[in-house]
């Protein structure tokens, strides 16, 4: 069975600080790794997505996450938040045996908040 | 537009009914899924489809019933049996069995009273 952790549920920070969210999974095999936003009142949204090849992702709105095999690591982050930044994040991943879409299995959010 | 359209957005049930979650796709996805949000809780997977008439229990299953008769269409009843159903439902879907693109509805909060 697959896992997530997001290390921190709530993180205030001001705005031009730096971002660096926590995700670590649980998966013996390889997987596919997610990070989603849900600003208040909106549709999740995905910022970005690892299937394969270079492990330092590039997302939408700034933001980039670096794979680490070796640690099961996911993390995200943001040289400069902005106020806009504010939302809930989610780690998600998914363990692909190949033998299907099993669903994305979530950590349980990270809920950001920008101080102006 | 594609898209996910789930109803309706909000939902009230007497204790001991049950209730029907719609969500509907164009984007000819052939897999769908039905998420529940709880605050400190993530997403957690209820019941998954990969193709029509067919469909997998998630994580949280106990307590829900779905069906797939067309590939467009996959709700999601909530019956007596789930002991804390107040929560929000999102429905997903994807393409080609594989996890290459998700798209979530817009969610419905259901609420029990």
């Known amino acids: 069975a697959q896992s997530v952790s997001q290390h921190n549920h709530h993180v205030i920070l001001s705005e031009a600080a730096s971002l660096e969210l926590g995700c670590n999974y649980s998966y013996g095999g390889t997987v596919n790794l997610f990070w989603y936003v849900q600003y208040p009142g909106q549709h999740l949204q995905l910022l970005l997505k690892y299937f394969s090849g270079d492990p330092l992702v590039k997302g939408i709105k700034g933001f980039e996450a670096e794979f680490i095999k070796s640690k099961f690591s996911f993390n995200l982050r943001k040289p400069s938040v902005q106020w806009s930044d504010t939302a809930e994040y989610f780690c998600?991943?998914?363990?692909?045996?190949?033998?299907?879409?099993?669903?994305?299995?979530f950590g349980k959010g990270t809920h950001l908040i920008i101080q102006p | 537009d594609g898209g996910i359209t789930q109803s309706p957005k909000y939902l009230f049930r007497k204790e001991g009914q049950n209730v029907t979650l719609s969500c509907e796709q164009n984007l000819n996805h052939d897999a769908m899924y039905w998420y529940r949000q709880d605050p400190g809780q993530g997403l957690r997977l209820i019941y998954y489809?990969?193709?029509?008439?067919?469909?997998q229990k998630g994580d949280i299953a106990e307590g829900y019933s779905v069906s797939r008769e067309k590939k467009e269409s996959f709700p999601l009843t909530v019956t007596s049996a789930q002991k804390n159903p107040t929560a929000f439902y999102l429905c997903?879907?994807?393409?080609?069995?594989?996890?290459?693109?998700?798209?979530f509805g817009s969610g419905t909060r259901l609420t029990v009273v």
């Open positions: 997903a879907s994807s393409t080609d069995r594989g996890p290459y693109g998700y798209t």
């Open positions: 489809s990969q193709i029509v008439n067919d469909f």
């Open positions: 998600a991943v998914n363990g692909w045996s190949g033998g299907g879409a099993d669903g994305l299995t």
